[in-house]
Nanobody, 126 residues
Framework: QVQLVESGGGLVQAGGSLRLSCAASGRTFSSNTMGWFRQAPGKERAFVAAIIWNGGSTNLANSVKGRFTISRDNAKNTVYLQINSLKPEDTGVYYC???????????????????WGQGTQVTVSS
């Protein structure tokens, strides 16, 4: 069982930055592919970013490329999402997800992940 706890969300003005963190419990973090998804108001949850178990490959949604960066620290059992140049359309609840997998290409679909955090709210004002 893996427990995920997100933090770092908040209210920020457009153009600002945030760094989201997702702390994972358990001793298998270094074997997990980790992902970030977000759910905007009135919309379905959507893929944002993912990183494979050793950090060797990442994947970003087209809408966030150039502004978001995903990284991980396996020694701290934590995955990060650095968000720069925030836009109002980035507003939503950001969820961290995990799956035990040694794939070389990060998963981008919700059903590919087994564990989910409770989410952290990001609100971007214009």
């Amino acid at each position: 069982q893996v427990q995920l706890v997100e933090s770092g969300g908040g209210l920020v003005q457009a153009g600002g930055s945030l760094r989201l963190s997702c702390a994972a419990s358990g001793r298998t973090f270094s074997s997990n592919t980790m992902g970030w998804f977000r759910q905007a108001p009135g919309k379905e949850r959507a893929f944002v970013a993912a990183i494979i178990w050793n950090g060797g490959s990442t994947n970003l949604a087209n809408s966030v490329k150039g502004r978001f960066t995903i990284s991980r620290d396996n020694a701290k059992n934590t995955v990060y999402l650095q968000i720069n140049s925030l836009k109002p359309e980035d507003t939503g609840v950001y969820y961290c997800a995990a799956v035990s997998s040694h794939v070389v290409v990060p998963f981008t679909r919700e059903y590919e992940y087994d564990y989910w955090g409770q989410g952290t709210q990001v609100t971007v004002s214009s």
